[in-house]
């Protein structure tokens, strides 16, 4: 039987190596790899064509001449093969140089440390499964990793420069799971494991850019959760359009918040609790009901007891048919799908899982 061929290279591992080549910069050392075989060529051809001599005899003549060793001849050169050998040492001086700059570079700059770095990082990205992509590491992006990441979820960062990474990385002494890259690229994405992630959240500085990741992350993953950030009003139906499930807009957010500080103070300090930032935290934490124990499942908001059990609070039932249901009466049973919300401390919110969530 023929021996069969090897399979091709898939398209992904293709889109792969291109991608390694650019972020590591592989160009610069391996044109310095190709200098070095191509000045070994002219060496071993040169000798075979002025000199006669053999391919090994030629080989060993190279390998003397570029290594600088100074051992002898092994037969006496013509006048054209000292002249060869003459211009054939400077031209291997200048390449000697240049092989050892290059490789400075990646070693004593930290660039094979990055390398290693970088496909540690990549092969604990594609490790990932329903993680959530962060795209854009600005004051927006940030903060959403830092939430996320305090919530336990797995997030990986889209970000062009490195530089705002490695700054929060040292304040924090935590690496950050990261794509270098255009985010509006397919590459990128998929390099950021879009297919397996559940949620996408972009918040670059430009709605077109943003537009663009929605439209990109759609098509690659239909069933993910785009949340895409806007800065202009007429920008939200276009992002909609591109594929976002909701669109956040800081700045009309910031202005209505300072806005209700005045007309709803007391409001707004509840809110900040709510969302974490004042000095009384609470949390919002929801459970399916197909998420409870056996035991749980099927009883009524008054069976349950939450607040006696646990001390977080009911406050609110989303139903599978669509809608909200706030402050759900007691004797109310979720039916198969339907969502509970809770509020209470950290302790309290804790208590409710450790009790009512099935393990795994």
Request: hydrophobic share 45%.
């Amino acid at each position: 039987m023929p021996e069969s061929l090897p399979p091709p290279l898939r398209p992904n591992a293709l889109r792969y190596v291109r991608d390694i080549w650019h972020r590591f910069n592989l160009s610069r050392f391996v044109g310095a790899l190709v200098l070095t075989a191509f000045s070994f060529a002219v060496g071993v051809v040169g000798f075979m064509w002025i000199e006669k001599f053999t391919f090994v005899d030629a080989f060993y003549m190279t390998m003397i001449t570029v290594s600088t060793v100074g051992f002898g001849e092994l037969h006496p050169l013509s006048p054209a093969g000292r002249l060869f050998v003459s211009f054939y040492i400077f031209f291997n001086l200048l390449m000697l140089a240049y092989l050892l700059s290059v490789l400075t570079t990646y070693i004593f700059d930290g660039g094979l440390q990055t390398m290693f770095s970088m496909l540690r990082n990549d092969q604990a990205i594609r490790g990932y499964a329903g993680h959530v992509i962060v795209c854009g590491f600005g004051r927006n992006g940030r903060k959403a990793y830092h939430e996320l990441r305090a919530s336990g979820a797995d997030v990986v960062v889209v970000e062009q420069n490195e530089a705002l990474l490695k700054e929060d990385a040292d304040s924090t002494g935590q690496a950050i799971p990261a794509v270098f890259g255009d985010a509006t690229l397919d590459e990128t994405l998929r390099a950021a494991g879009v297919v397996r992630a559940r949620a996408l959240i972009t918040a670059l500085p430009k709605d077109a850019d943003n537009v663009f990741v929605a439209l990109t992350a759609r098509e690659l993953s239909p069933d993910i959760t785009i949340i895409a950030r806007a800065s202009l009003k007429s920008s939200e139906t276009k992002l909609l359009r591109a594929g976002a499930d909701s669109v956040v807009m800081p700045d009309e957010i910031g202005g209505s918040h300072m806005a209700n500080l005045i007309t709803r103070p007391e409001v707004i300090r509840f809110l900040d609790m709510i969302s974490g930032l004042g000095p009384n935290k609470l949390r919002l934490e929801e459970l399916r009901s197909e998420e409870l124990r056996p035991e749980w499942r099927g009883r009524s908001i008054r069976e349950l007891d939450i607040r006696s059990r646990t001390g977080a609070t009911v406050i609110g039932l989303k139903h599978q048919v669509g809608g909200f249901t706030v402050s759900p009466a007691a004797d109310l049973v979720p039916d198969l799908g339907d969502v509970l919300l809770f509020l209470g401390t950290d302790a309290q919110i804790t208590s409710l899982l450790d009790q009512f969530r099935q393990v795994g």
